[in-house]
């Protein structure tokens, strides 16, 4: 169990609304219904996703500078805090 900082890409859809994925973390993805849920939500998959992978013995990947990521479309890239002991 611990602490991490992933890359996530937003991207806006209708109404306000963000679709949210992690490049390095394979079939993470969530949504929000504006920008600030976005981010809980990004912080609550990520942080199920790790913890998942920690108690399948899993490979944690390592995190993609943030710059070494490309966005199209009004999409932008942000980091998001994961803690697993919570």
Request: charged share 20%; aromatic share 10%; proline share 8%.
């Amino acid at each position: 169990m611990s602490k991490y900082v992933y890359p996530a890409v937003f991207v806006p859809e209708d109404k306000g609304m963000y679709s949210i994925s992690f490049p390095d973390i394979e079939d993470c993805i969530t949504c929000g219904d504006n920008l600030p849920h976005a981010m809980e939500m990004a912080g609550d998959a990520l942080s199920l996703m790790l913890y998942d992978m920690e108690e399948e013995g899993g490979e944690i990947p390592p995190a993609t500078p943030l710059n070494d990521i490309q966005t199209e479309g009004g999409a932008f890239v942000t980091y998001i805090s994961a803690d697993t002991l919570e």
